[in-house]
């Protein structure tokens, strides 16, 4: 049972435009959400999270909405850049949990 | 610093060899963890460890065998491994093993691994 869906495998966006990346889950227990980026053959970078207790949270061109009743989180990237082109991973816990859930991934190509 | 360090980056064995991956973080944090990645896949948890003690084992093989030497070191000891095992293997430390404000996972580059 997945119970992070990232429902996109793939994503294209001219440069400059707006990239938005979506998360679907199913767990109400869920209160702290994440998005990492991943480059190949390198680790997945921390990109930016959320509390449940908020619905938005901005850092620089990266800004992370918060939908609870919908069981939905998005990630805006504005304006997109080429160097943005990587694999987008959305996670998921539980309060007090010890452990990351992360859906499949889904993966942005920046076109100039 | 939010540097995780692995090494090797990558390493070819055969099923009967032994070998050792290692990660080494110097951010003070006290729970590092094993992932364990195939292509096209998310990382699965394999083991976390919360100052220096096993406190995840997700059901892991005996083929893989973790250690803690201390807080800055975590090393994957392999045995005898299949095929199938090939993935990359990533390392992630966090200042402590809950999830939540300033308990973020930060991931190292990854060992790739191949088994023959």
């Known amino acids: 049972d997945q119970q992070v869906k990232q429902n996109s495998p793939s994503l294209s966006v001219q440069e400059g435009r707006i990239s938005i990346l979506n998360c679907d889950y199913t767990n109400s227990m869920f209160d702290y959400f994440l998005w990492y980026k991943k480059y190949p053959a390198e680790g997945p970078t921390f990109l930016i999270s959320i509390s449940s207790i908020k619905d938005k949270n901005e850092d620089g061109r990266f800004t992370v909405f918060l939908n609870k009743s919908a069981k939905h989180l998005s990630l805006h990237i504005v304006p997109s850049q080429p160097g943005d082109s990587a694999v987008y991973f959305c996670?998921?816990?539980?309060?007090?949990?010890?452990?990351?859930?992360f859906g499949q991934g889904t993966r942005l190509t920046i076109n100039p | 610093d939010t540097e995780v360090t692995q090494t090797p980056k990558h390493l070819v064995m055969g099923m009967t060899n032994k070998k050792s991956l290692k990660c080494e973080q110097h951010?003070?944090?006290?729970?590092m963890y094993w992932y364990k990645q195939k292509a096209k896949k998310p990382p699965e948890l394999m083991f976390v460890?919360?100052?220096?003690?096993?406190?995840i084992n997700e059901s892991v093989p005996s083929r893989f065998s973790p250690e803690c030497p201390n807080s800055s070191l975590l090393n994957l000891h392999l045995h005898a491994l299949q095929p199938e095992d090939s993935a990359l293997y990533l390392c992630?430390?966090?200042?402590?093993?809950?999830?939540?404000?300033?308990?973020?996972?930060?991931f190292g580059p990854g060992t790739r691994l191949l088994v023959l």
């Open positions: 996670a998921a816990s539980a309060k007090g949990a010890q452990k990351l859930v």
């Open positions: 992630a430390s966090s200042r402590r093993q809950r999830v939540g404000w300033d308990e973020t996972q930060y």
């Open positions: 951010m003070g944090h006290r729970a």
């Open positions: 460890y919360s100052y220096e003690k096993l406190s």
